[in-house]
């Protein structure tokens, strides 16, 4: 169990853990480039920015959980140009310490699945000549049954988009925590105040923290709505497992957030971190901001 009892969500922090440009096609399934070039400008490889933001949360308790940890500073040089990771610093660790918190701070991580660009925060930089840790050494770390088994043993399709030297890591530590693939709280390390949503439509077992917030709640959308391009119901990504899939999950959890009068935070959006879920007059889902929404940005 974490070192500090859970508590009810105080607080919450965008925090950047560090970007990349990928390849604006992949990221934007079948639509066509006359499309999703109005949302996302390429450069002149047709790549387009992502944050891999991660989402700190502060407790009444005073326990530290983190929503993921970004793509991080892991990938030798080489890879790091492949993969258009901009820094070679790991930003997340800059950022936190920026609001006050060291990596033996955080208490608990939740990942939605161990994708690299997700997981890769979780490793200490790359260093010549040095072996890969853990980047935090206190934490336990969340994952949802069905996603650790695909790290453990991927399709090759998405073999290329984990981190064989992680899962090694993780058992090590005696911190990994795996969970069934079901809504879980109260009898759990979160606590009740706390929710899972479950998708398969990008990858098995893709696992979206809802936290109960102070002024309502907000689910850490993950891969399953990336970004507010992708509140677009038709919209997903090239690298999502089950398209179809996707647009019914992702259409369900949007119709139960404007019911709920809830909120997404954005992991790969390079702007906006958080939005309310509203419709426009066509009916269709819409990001709400400003004063009513707080949307967030991160520098």
């Not at 398209?243 to 019911?259: C, F, R, V, W, Y």
Request: charged content about 25%.
């Amino acid at each position: 169990m974490s070192r500090i009892d859970p508590g009810r969500p105080e607080s919450w922090f965008p925090v950047e853990g560090n970007r990349q440009r990928l390849d604006g096609g992949a990221m934007f399934g079948n639509a066509p480039r006359v499309v999703w070039e109005r949302w996302a400008t390429p450069d002149d490889k047709h790549r387009i920015e992502l944050a891999c933001r991660a989402l700190l949360i502060k407790e009444d308790s005073g326990r530290l959980v983190l929503c993921e940890t970004g793509i991080g500073a892991f990938f030798e040089p080489a890879l790091r140009e492949r993969y258009g990771v901009t820094d070679a610093r790991h930003v997340l660790l800059d950022e936190l310490a920026a609001l006050g918190v060291a990596a033996e701070d955080v208490d608990v991580i939740v990942m939605s699945h161990l994708h690299f660009d997700h997981a890769g925060g979780l490793l200490t930089a790359w260093a010549e000549g040095q072996a890969p840790r853990l980047a935090f050494p206190n934490a336990e770390i969340i994952v949802s049954a069905p996603a650790w088994e695909r790290a453990l043993n991927p399709h090759v399709r998405d073999r290329a988009s984990f981190i064989p030297e992680l899962h090694d890591l993780l058992i090590a530590s005696g911190r990994l925590i795996i969970v069934p693939a079901t809504t879980w709280g109260a009898a759990g390390t979160l606590g009740a105040h706390y929710r899972l949503h479950f998708s398969d439509g990008h990858t098995p077992g893709l696992m979206l923290l809802e936290a109960a917030l102070p002024d309502g709640p907000m689910v850490f959308a993950g891969d399953l709505i990336p970004g507010v391009a992708w509140m677009h119901t038709p919209i997903t990504m090239g690298y999502d497992r089950y398209p179809e899939l996707l647009i019914d999950e992702k259409t369900a959890l949007l119709e139960e957030l404007e019911a709920r009068h809830g909120r997404l935070f954005f992991t790969h959006d390079p702007t906006i971190a958080t939005a309310w879920v509203g419709r426009d007059a066509r009916g269709r889902y819409v990001p709400q901001l400003g004063t009513a929404g707080e949307d967030r940005t991160s520098a």
